[in-house]
């Protein structure tokens, strides 16, 4: 079975600076996805990022980027110049190739304070 | 694109009667995924249907829970007998399932109280 492992609970950071969630996941797959999904207090669940697991670039979008090391199993998520309205909760999933369950980690509570 | 609609946002009940929680999942998207969200277990998959036929049942915690989806723009989660312990935030989420790596996009939850 898949698992996916969220070992920080709890962050938090100034207004400007960067921050990096982690992520480690078990699988004996190798054709698979990973997302991570941003839910605010509003309790949407919005979806930040993706990456496919056969693409080697790092995937990006605008102040969010990932760290995807395959053979470490790990998939990491940066938020640059990071914004009070970055404050949420940072779900990291995974799905296999051709599946259609996703496994979500435990998630980390990020707080961005001013 | 009005996204995945569930009803209603609260909920709130006594111990012992039937809850009917309701999904639109997005027109076109043919997969559908009934989550649950707790503070102790984080986000569970209870149930999936793709094309309307459920998929995938084992993350149901027990027969007082059963899910339908009549037709391709509609599905409920219904609880009976309800119990405090399934207080929690259920989620609808819908994807197509064609494409692989397409995301499950999410409805925005109903948070069940049972008192």
């Known amino acids: 079975a898949q698992t996916v492992t969220q070992s920080q609970p709890e962050m938090s950071v100034q207004e400007a600076e960067t921050v990096t969630l982690s992520c480690t996941y078990d699988t004996s797959e190798n054709n698979y996805y990973l997302f991570w999904y941003k839910q605010p207090p509003s309790r949407q669940m919005i979806l930040v990022i993706r990456q496919e697991a056969y693409k080697q670039q790092n995937a990006t979008e605008n102040r969010f980027s990932v760290n995807f090391q395959k053979a470490a199993k790990s998939f990491s998520l940066k938020i640059s110049d990071s914004q009070l309205g970055d404050t949420a909760m940072y779900f990291c999933a995974f799905k296999i190739q051709g599946a259609q369950k996703l496994v979500f980690g435990q998630g980390t509570r990020l707080t961005i304070n001013p | 694109d009005a996204g995945v609609i569930q009803s209603p946002r609260h909920e709130v009940t006594e111990m012992g009667q039937e809850v009917t929680l309701r999904c639109k999942p997005i027109?076109?998207?043919?997969?559908l995924f009934w989550y649950r969200q707790t503070m102790m277990r984080g986000l569970e998959l209870l149930i999936y249907f793709n094309n309307n036929v459920p998929i995938d049942d084992s993350g149901m915690p027990e027969d007082r829970f059963s899910a339908k989806m009549p037709n391709a723009s509609f599905s409920t989660l219904k609880i009976q007998p309800s119990e405090p312990r399934d207080s929690a935030v259920y989620f609808c989420a819908s994807r197509p399932a064609p494409i692989d790596n397409s995301p499950l996009h999410f409805g925005n939850g109903t948070r069940l109280t049972v008192t």
């Open positions: 027109s076109g998207h043919n997969s």
